[in-house]
């Protein structure tokens, strides 16, 4: 070194300290990314575990957005985001049918697709109650909020969010569907709510009530999470379908709901659950009990007696089932 001319060092290649590689990344018209070969940038990229970083990664260069679009990465993000979903071989084959018809990059067009349907907003029921995942609650629904709510997730994909602790960001509530809903005439309504996964709130807000001083509907944007295995998964999917049935037949063989049908004890002034209230809540209450209370109780005229227990009786069969094959499995 110390024998090197002049013109020698001059033409020696500047060594940058670690600490300077931001700095000299942004200084520089082309930055250090653009100076790494694809197939080292490729591999580094291969090492980020969190997607939002490697979406965000798409805004720095074209070459950038090229190569961290690629269907070799993202793929693997879609296994891991929808493993143990409901939805997961639906989605997974949707975007494998994408990647074979419309080139490179389909793999994350699907995956922030998905994300919508992952993450959204869902109008918010409140109650003290114990819930278990793929087994079924009768409730009535009156005070004007939760027929908002009712009419609200049928407009959209027929879900709402059961919070049974009082619900907040960062807690951990059950995304709930609707199955059997019978709507009386007064806008009250009875419905099975199957529990299909928890959930985490991530963002809340209220919708106001026209007319009369009632409570607001809360609504909360929330995150859906995976369920524990298989064997949950495919509990759900045969909850969902004898719903579903039983609602067919009940549909072929009954008469439209009217107001005499429904429970009319409750009325529109009480205020029942988690905001701060006294008064009792609206799930159905078993035949012979006037009152609402919390309970399992499955509607008349939507599912026989014999039918209820059934399913209840499967269902949590089918829970302890997957508990003791997790348990085998460990």
Request: proline share 5%; hydrophobic share 40%.
């Amino acid at each position: 070194l110390e024998s090197a001319s002049e013109a020698e060092a001059a033409q020696a290649p500047a060594v940058i300290p670690p600490a300077s590689y931001h700095a000299a990344a942004i200084a520089s018209p082309v930055g250090l990314v653009d100076r790494l070969e694809d197939d080292l940038l490729h591999h580094v990229l291969t090492q980020v575990s969190d997607p939002r970083v490697l979406a965000s990664s798409r805004a720095v260069s074209r070459r950038m957005r090229q190569l961290a679009s690629e269907d070799t990465l993202w793929r693997e993000f879609c296994a891991a985001r929808w493993l143990n979903r409901l939805e997961e071989e639906e989605w997974m084959r949707a975007a494998a049918d994408a990647a074979r018809a419309g080139g490179s990059g389909q793999w994350y067009r699907q995956f922030t697709l998905r994300e919508s349907d992952i993450l959204k907003w869902h109008p918010v029921f409140a109650m003290h109650a114990q819930l278990n995942i793929g087994i079924p609650s009768g409730l009535h629904f009156f005070e004007p909020r939760y027929r908002m709510l009712v009419q609200r997730a049928l407009a959209s994909d027929g879900k709402f969010v059961f919070a049974v602790s009082q619900p907040q960001i960062g807690s951990v509530a059950y995304l709930c569907e609707l199955h059997n809903v019978m709507v009386y005439a007064d806008g009250r309504a009875d419905v099975h709510a199957l529990p299909v996964s928890e959930c985490r709130l991530t963002a809340t807000q209220f919708e106001q009530m026209a007319g009369g001083n009632h409570l607001p509907l809360l609504w909360c944007r929330a995150e859906a999470l995976p369920l524990p295995s298989r064997t949950h998964v495919e509990n759900v999917r045969n909850t969902r379908r004898f719903l579903i049935r039983a609602g067919q037949v009940a549909a072929g063989g009954g008469g439209e709901a009217t107001d005499d049908d429904a429970d009319d004890e409750p009325n529109d002034e009480d205020e029942p659950d988690l905001d701060d209230e006294d008064d009792e809540d609206e799930a159905i209450e078993p035949e012979g009990n006037d009152g609402g209370a919390t309970g399992d109780a499955m509607l008349g005229g939507s599912m026989g007696d014999d039918d209820s227990l059934e399913l209840e009786r499967n269902a949590r069969e089918d829970s302890d089932e997957a508990e003791d094959n997790d348990a085998n499995r460990h």
